[in-house]
């Protein structure tokens, strides 16, 4: 069974930085795309950003110039590095196996392309 597991989450202040880590159980990440969403109390699930098995990549306007994507398929592990961190940005992250081509093509993520979820890490940005 395909599962992922999520690190890193915590709570940081405004202004600062997380690097939250995606991992898999049992299978290697370097066939799959990844992607990061997130969701808010009360909100919507939200993507935030996605990279291709080759390394391209896709961020939602809300995080663009803040967060990084990246992949090190030699660790088997995907980060979201996430700078200038603001109140708004507080969600359970989670990230998920599937195809970042959709958003890539037409400007937005959507969960429906995405298979196998972790379990998510919660980040909170306060004072």
């Known amino acids: 069974q395909v599962q992922l597991v999520e690190s890193g989450g915590g709570l940081v202040q405004p202004g600062g930085s997380l690097r939250l880590s995606c991992a898999p159980s049992g299978f290697t990440l370097d066939g799959y795309g990844i992607g990061w969403f997130r969701q808010a109390p009360g909100k919507e699930r939200e993507g935030v950003s996605c990279i291709t098995t080759v390394g391209s990549t896709y961020y939602a306007d809300s995080v663009k110039g803040r967060f990084t994507i990246s992949r090190d398929n030699a660790k088997n592990t995907v980060y979201l590095q996430m700078n200038s961190l603001k109140p708004e940005d507080t969600a359970i992250y989670y990230c998920?196996?599937?195809?970042?081509?959709?958003?890539?093509?037409?400007?937005?993520?959507?969960?429906?392309?995405?298979?196998?979820w972790g379990q998510g890490t919660q980040v909170t940005v306060s004072s």
């Open positions: 998920a196996t599937g195809s970042c081509s959709f958003a890539q093509a037409l400007g937005v993520m959507r969960s429906m392309e995405y298979d196998s």
